[in-house]
């Protein structure tokens, strides 16, 4: 449950971006895209080896 306090005479818009922001970072979403599928764990370990291969050949170039 997502409890957001509001201020005295607060806009509703921005209470409402304060909600979807915190909602997002729950990362519930996310969670239930992911379950509408199932991947085999030996997939999932690829992507997340691509991933990273991709995040250390971005890392090299920085420097």
């Known amino acids: ?3 957001i306090p509001l201020k ?3 806009n509703i818009e ?3 971006k304060k909600y ?3 909602f997002e970072r729950t990362g519930m979403l996310k969670d239930l895209r992911a379950r509408q599928h199932f991947t085999k764990p030996s997939v999932v370990n690829r992507q997340m080896k691509l991933k990273a291969a991709y995040i250390e050949q971005l890392r ?3 420097m």
């Open 1 to 3: 449950m997502l409890i």
């Open 20 to 22: 979807k922001k915190k």
């Open 8 to 10: 005295e005479g607060e």
């Open 14 to 16: 921005r209470a409402l």
């Open 60 to 62: 090299r170039e920085e």
